[in-house]
Nanobody
Framework: VQLQASGGGLVHTGDSLRLSCAAS????????MGWFRQAPGKEREFVAA???????????KYGDSVQGRWTISRDSVKREVYLQMNNLKPEDTAVYYC?????????????????WGQGTQVTVSS
């Protein structure tokens, strides 16, 4: 499985960005996808996740810092996931990673994911 993330960039406080992640090659066993982020000097943290099909097909979860500001969505047929980031803050500055897993339940843990994308940089200036 290959994951290609895109949509990062440099924005100002309060702006919006939309990240996209496309899964390709052997995607039939992917049942959920998510986003994590890693700021300089910090550990990678959970941002959001969504099911693609099966029991978690319509379930979404968010990290506390983005709950209410951002929305994760997906195209199950295309095996793509999107992250609409509104009201961006300087503390959202990080490299954002797309991840996918074959487990039936959504995971908020790094170790829960089987595949990782290369990351896309999001920088929010004050």
């Amino acid at each position: 499985v290959q994951l290609q993330a895109s949509g990062g960039g440099l924005v100002h406080t309060g702006d919006s960005l939309r990240l996209s992640c496309a899964a390709s090659v052997g995607t039939s066993d992917i049942l959920s996808m998510g986003w994590f982020r890693q700021a300089p000097g910090k550990e990678r943290e959970f941002v959001a996740a969504t099911g693609l099909s099966g029991p978690s097909g319509h379930v979404t979860k968010y990290g506390d810092s983005v709950q209410g500001r951002w929305t994760i969505s997906r195209d199950s047929v295309k095996r793509e996931v999107y992250l609409q980031m509104n009201n961006l803050k300087p503390e959202d500055t990080a490299v954002y990673y797309c991840a996918a897993r074959s487990g039936v339940l959504i995971s908020t843990q790094l170790r829960g994911y089987d595949y990782w994308g290369q990351g896309t940089q999001v920088t929010v200036s004050s």
